[in-house]
């Protein structure tokens, strides 16, 4: 089973709903994090959190939240989906600031 | 501003040819870290190499070399005898600890590698 384990995999939704990407993982790490891909731009970051109770707004937050249900569970959620937000999302996980992210697989999110 | 720039977007190799990744980055810190991510066709990303700031030796792993110059502030990557099997999309990214986002990864906007037989 993967470490980092995102779901669902694949999503098409249409402009206007809200929507939930899971993340969940067995590494046990503190830090976890949501990044966005869209080619060419490389990955952004959207919210990551450094534990529970410490949610912080990556570069690009606008039009999404995060709930960080425990500690192995981090959620992304977009209240009200529009098309620009078509892209690749990954959640991560790491131990320490300054150590290697373990990606999950990614969410392939469409919205229509 | 881009803290990680990598100015090849797009690079073609044949098999056996040696080609090199570059990544330049940007950063206040004396304390910082870097990394080199590929991701393949399936999608993933995978964990290639970290390095911080105070290490400056150059990391060979198989065909894989690394070569880190804080005097230019460089973090270059390259393939010695490019196989099929290195087509991917590479991604240089920076930690720091005092950026806005506490040492979450910065990443590059990546170099995508095609090598044909």
């Known amino acids: 089973d993967a470490d980092v384990t995102q779901t669902p995999r694949n999503r098409i939704t249409k402009t206007g709903k809200r929507i939930m990407l899971e993340c969940s993982q067995t590494?046990?790490?503190?830090?976890m994090y949501w990044y966005r891909q869209d080619p060419g731009l490389g990955l952004r970051l959207i919210y990551y959190s450094f534990d529970v109770k410490d949610i912080n707004k990556g570069e690009i937050s606008d039009g999404y939240s995060v709930s960080r249900q425990a500690q192995a569970k981090f959620s992304l959620s977009l209240e009200s989906a529009i098309p620009n937000q078509t892209a690749l999302y990954f959640c991560?996980?790491?131990?320490?600031?300054?150590?290697?992210?373990?990606f999950g697989q990614g969410t392939r999110l469409t919205v229509v | 501003a881009q803290k990680v720039t990598q100015a090849q977007t797009e690079i073609s190799v044949v098999e056996k040819e040696d080609v090199t990744l570059d990544c330049v980055y940007e950063?206040?810190?004396?304390?910082?870290?870097l990394f080199w991510y590929k991701q393949p066709p399936s999608g993933e990303l995978v964990f290639l190499i970290r390095?911080?700031?105070?290490?400056?030796q150059n990391e060979i792993s198989g065909r894989y070399s690394w070569n880190f110059q804080k005097s230019t502030s460089s973090f270059n990557f390259t393939i010695t005898a490019s196989q099929v099997v290195d087509s991917a999309v590479y991604f240089c990214?920076?930690?720091?600890?005092?950026?806005?986002?506490?040492?979450?990864?910065?990443f590059g906007k990546g170099t995508s590698l095609l090598v044909t037989p």
């Open positions: 950063t206040r810190d004396t304390t910082y870290y």
């Open positions: 990214a920076l930690s720091e600890p005092n950026s806005n986002s506490g040492y979450a990864l910065n």
């Open positions: 590494k046990g790490h503190d830090r």
């Open positions: 991560a996980t790491s131990l320490a600031g300054n150590t290697e992210a373990f």
């Open positions: 390095r911080n700031s105070f290490d400056e």
